[in-house]
């Protein structure tokens, strides 16, 4: 074996087949165990009755209207809240309204973890485009383990871009002709939510990225045999380009595929809001991937300096990603303008233990683990700063997700944690591959010495 | 008797970290360096204890988050309660995010500005000090590095330090302690 060249261990190759196996089936599970008809719904809410003994379809079929008696709305306002139910108050009945978002869960739980995955690698494309853009001195080391993990962008992002095409009204209620048909603030927004430029966009994003993922690949291992800086230069040039394409394109990303699953409601913030998730965890990953191939006795030449910046850069996104959602969380909270104030309400109201736990996961908790500069230096508390990052951070995309389009209707069962184990084990297996295919060690970087020396 | 010094000057401050590692590991004493602006990584080769800036600046920025806390308890609950766009002001807790930019603004107020303050004190930087350093060069461009003689061989000592990069060095014999 040459040295500085991974393979994918065995037992872990394993792992993750397992993994995919698993939770293959449990999607699949997932998709069949749907409810067809009202009469089905019915007899589930009639099982729940007879669990809780509340009589929860008449507690919650207009909760969000009662919330908003008590915070003193206007009937008006009550009337025009549409956000909450994809059908809007079109909806014939209660029962047809569950039955939707019950066939709507497994799109979600699936979408939930196969986005994670894919922020994660396309997060850190983004990382290594600024290394190129900035010419940073102390990150040439690491620029094969980033390569290595955005190789699961291609199968990640097509998979992400299958889902948000076929969810179709599962997802975004603007699909829906009869709904929009009757609602003056979807007409005058039909002009971009409609399908047709709605795909051309999700393509346009879908072959941005991954050209870019695949030119600067090809130019880094150019370089590698090179004896002059052009495909550096080249790399530099892509890097600056990719940047700008992907700024705009992450913005309209989130408000196509997030955004619009909540079509009457909006912030200004949440394109950034989204980004800090993917920018963070990816960065974590990239520490976690290090931590990992340094345990194999590789990245001889990756020293625990690397590491403490990496653990900065956790550090100080966990507290950029929490400085936004306060932004946008207080704002709206304290002009409590009824179209925006529902985001919260029913995050706080159905969700509130993940809600505030998450604050917890991706702030208190990274800050505390990593606020001492020593500790950013051990491995094995960066193992536990990124733990709950990442736990955090998943929680994150869910509350993105579930509240917006399937309501309280919600769980962590068979479909959440298959999906979760089935595009895990794709990234470990993807990324395992991706990085055991050429050395670790980059050559010729005009800034490798400086890295390898790199020493504060 | 009067200490012997040698100062030898430097122009760069990756050399000057090169030669402080060789210096010590030659097992000379520098007594101390001039440099124009903070080396990253200088106290570390030089063998500093760590800093305990740090700490301090914690204990200030905690210092900031109870006076803003106990502020805005006094203005916006006890004193004067107002109604704000229909938010609750009667407690506290059910008012808190707002004071959450106050809160962090006064941390941060306090952390900075005290840390800086403790930090000229501690290195005696109070307002109508007399400058210390031996070569004004040092707050342009040039790194100056002091080693003490002892009962060195001082032309053993100079040829060591030409040989580390310096691009001057004099001897110095200091009559009275500065």
């Known amino acids: ?456 | 008797m009067a200490a012997k010094k040698i100062h030898a000057i430097y122009t760069d401050d990756d050399l000057l970290l090169q030669a402080v590692n060789q210096t010590r590991a030659a097992k000379y004493h520098i007594s101390e360096i001039f440099t124009p602006f903070p080396v990253h990584g200088l106290d570390h080769a030089l063998g500093l204890a760590p800093t305990r800036l740090a700490i301090t600046s914690f204990l200030y920025g905690l210092c900031g988050l109870t006076v803003a806390v106990l502020m805005m308890n006094y203005m916006m609950i006890q004193d004067w309660p107002q109604n704000i766009g229909g938010k609750p002001s009667f407690t506290f807790y059910q008012n808190m995010p707002t004071f959450i930019p106050i809160m962090f603004e006064l941390t941060v107020f306090f952390a900075g500005h005290l840390m800086v303050i403790t930090f000229y004190m501690r290195s005696k930087l109070w307002p109508f000090r007399k400058a210390e350093n031996p070569d004004p060069r040092t707050t342009d461009a040039h790194f100056l590095m002091e080693v003490d003689v002892d009962n060195h061989d001082v032309e053993t000592l100079s040829k060591f330090l030409y040989d580390t990069g310096a691009s001057e060095i004099s001897l110095i014999e200091n009559e009275q302690d500065h």
Not at chain 1, 196 to 202: C, E, M, V
């Open chain 1, 1 to 456: 074996m040459a040295k500085d060249m991974y393979t994918l261990p065995s037992k872990l190759k394993l792992f993750s087949i397992v993994l995919m196996v698993l939770g293959l089936a449990g999607i699949i599970f997932g998709f069949m165990t749907t409810p067809k008809t009202i009469d089905d719904v019915k007899k589930i809410l009639a099982e729940e009755e007879a669990h809780h003994g509340v009589d929860h379809a008449e507690d919650t079929a207009n909760f969000i209207d009662i919330a908003r008696g008590e915070e003193g709305y206007s009937g008006a306002a009550m009337e025009h809240a549409t956000d909450l139910s994809a059908e809007g108050h079109g909806a014939s009945s209660h029962e047809e309204h569950v039955l939707h978002q019950l066939q709507t869960r497994p799109w979600s739980a699936t979408f939930v973890a196969a986005f994670f995955f894919m922020m994660i690698a396309l997060g850190v494309l983004v990382f290594y485009a600024i290394q190129f853009a900035s010419q940073a001195g102390w990150s040439p080391v690491l620029y094969r383990v980033m390569e290595g993990i955005t190789s699961y962008l291609l199968p990640g992002s097509i998979i992400v871009f299958v889902l948000v095409i076929f969810a179709g009204e599962h997802f975004y209620p603007w699909q829906n002709a009869d709904l929009v048909a009757e609602d003056k603030i979807l007409q005058g927004k039909a002009g971009y939510l409609n399908f047709p430029f709605f795909i051309i966009r999700a393509a346009i994003y879908l072959l941005g990225w991954n050209i870019y993922r695949y030119y600067s690949r090809k130019n880094s291992l150019a370089q590698a045999e090179a004896n002059n800086f052009d495909h550096y230069r080249k790399n530099f040039k892509a890097s600056v380009f990719f940047l700008i394409f992907f700024l705009l394109t992450e913005a309209t990303m989130a408000w196509d595929w997030f955004m619009s699953m909540t079509p009457h409601w909006y912030s200004t913030l949440f394109a950034w809001y989204v980004f800090a998730t993917m920018f963070v965890s990816s960065i974590t990953v990239i520490a976690l991937v290090t931590i990992h191939l340094k345990s194999k006795g590789l990245l001889s030449f990756v020293s625990d300096r690397h590491l403490h910046d990496l653990a900065k850069y956790m550090f100080a996104f966990s507290i950029f990603w929490t400085y936004l959602w306060f932004s946008q969380f207080m704002l709206i909270w304290y002009s409590n303008i009824p179209e925006e104030v529902t985001y919260f309400i029913i995050r706080i109201q159905e969700y509130q233990g993940l809600f505030f736990g998450m604050l917890i996961l991706n702030f208190v908790f990274p800050m505390l683990v990593l606020m001492n500069s020593d500790f950013k230096k051990v491995p094995w508390f960066v193992v536990i700063a990124a733990v709950f990052i990442l736990v955090g951070h998943y929680i994150d995309v869910f509350l993105l997700v579930m509240p917006s389009t399937v309501g309280h209707n919600w769980g962590f069962g068979i479909p959440e944690i298959a999906a979760l184990l089935f595009f895990a084990g794709l990234f470990i297996m993807v990324v395992g591959n991706g990085l055991g295919k050429v050395s670790l060690r980059p050559k010729n970087d005009p800034f490798i010495k400086e890295s390898e020396n790199y020493h504060f």
